[in-house]
């Protein structure tokens, strides 16, 4: 597993300057850097599939340090709406995915997208 | 047949009547079918008309309700109130629950009452069309969604709300538990409900303020999936900033 750390490592990070987007969750967005987009490569050691989000424990490794992100995504309401189910992601699972880390430098941050160890986009069956 | 039959059958014979006869009761008379027939159908689910949904689950939205003309003293006090990080879109209430990303509803529309059943379920408003007033004011008390009445002018069901608990109408807006609310709520189409709200709160307003609400039929959902917050909140706010919490130990 690799980690691309937005801080650690700014050659291998993916930096998107986007337009902000006005993400609705059940609280201000403002702790995510919008600006920014991070690509996270590791294993699902958890998908807890919870109101008033759905997260993803993801474990990154990176020049032999493993570290535990938390990965936040929408109501399990919306994201069933947009193609997902509890059992999406099983532990274990490999993913790259794209996020938006938190301004404060800790290691968590909302999901945009991701794709699966075969190529595909996950949900295979997105919304339609 | 036995004399203890005969007698066990006499017996049971009133109590099979009377079970045939209350079947009969329970279905709808002509008039209440009338009655239905009579009212539009609002089948579906629906939704405040600005949300749309990404493939990755988030939400766009833009609140139709704007700013309300409040007098100086409530103007100062929403200036002055925390900005929207520091707040938390949960159990919305009404009117909030009409205008927000979280509006995904059904209504189901009787005859007695029509319901509106939003994905935040603690926001379900019971409009009471049967006729009856509001209740005396020593049994009523502020709530969340207040009290609703409605009556139908043609396939317009007009609603008066009264009695909803102060609080945010929004994400910053709030009003004061005076607030009455007259909504006016038709099909402007096949798929899409309006709702025309003209609020007064002595308290609040300088004036009644008109709002227009807008919401689109959505297809793309089979049943209301219920939004909530206490599940799994990982997102306390520390030093007026939200952050994210470790996962709780399984």
């Known amino acids: 597993m690799k980690r691309v750390s937005f ?74 709406r947009a193609g997902w189910r509890p059992g999406t992601l099983k532990v ?22 991701a794709i699966g160890a075969d190529g595909n986009t996950i949900p295979s069956s997105p919304l339609k | 047949m036995n004399k203890l039959l005969r007698r066990h059958l006499a017996l049971l014979l009133p109590v099979l009547l009377l079970g045939a006869t209350s079947v009969h009761a329970d279905l709808n008379s002509q008039q209440r079918l009338h009655a239905f027939a009579a009212l539009p159908d609002w089948t579906g689910f629906w939704e405040q008309d600005s949300v749309r949904l ?63 059943i939003p994905v935040d379920f603690s926001s379900t408003r019971q409009i009471f069309t049967d006729g009856r007033a509001h209740p005396p004011k020593e049994d009523l008390w502020p709530t969340p969604i207040g009290d609703s009445i409605g009556h139908w002018e043609g396939q317009t069901l007009v609603v008066d709300t009264i009695s909803r608990k102060a609080g945010p109408i929004s994400v910053r807006n709030e009003l004061s538990d005076q607030a009455h609310f007259i909504e006016r709520i038709r099909l402007v189409d096949k798929n899409r ?58």
């Open chain 2, 54 to 116: 990404g493939a990755n689950g988030i939400s766009k939205f833009k609140p139709l309700m704007g700013h309300p003309p409040y007098n100086a003293e409530w103007e100062a006090k929403y200036q002055a109130a925390p900005g929207p990080a520091a707040h938390v879109i949960c159990s919305l209430g009404f009117p909030a629950i009409m205008d927000s990303p979280y509006s995904q509803f059904e209504l189901v529309v009787l005859p007695e009452q029509t319901l509106f």
């Open chain 1, 92 to 113: 274990g699972d490999s993913i790259t995915v794209v996020v938006h880390p938190m301004r404060d430098g800790s290691l968590g941050a909302e999901w945009v997208s």
């Open chain 2, 193 to 250: 409900l309006e709702d025309v709200m003209t609020i007064e709160d002595p308290i609040a307003l300088m004036r009644p303020w008109q709002v227009t609400l807008t919401y689109r039929k959505i297809k793309d959902v089979d049943r209301l999936i219920p939004y909530e917050c206490s599940e799994n909140d990982r997102n306390p706010i520390v030093n007026g900033h939200f952050t994210i919490a470790p996962p709780k130990p399984k």
């Open chain 1, 7 to 80: 801080r650690g490592n700014l050659a291998r990070a993916i930096l998107v300057l986007a337009l902000a987007v006005p993400a609705v969750a059940h609280h201000s967005s403002a702790m995510f850097d919008f600006d920014k987009s991070l690509t996270l490569k590791g294993a699902v050691k958890d998908f807890q599939w919870t109101n008033p989000h759905c997260w993803v424990q993801l474990l990154v490794a990176d020049n032999g340090v493993t570290t535990e992100w938390s990965v936040q995504m929408q109501s399990p309401g919306n994201l069933y």
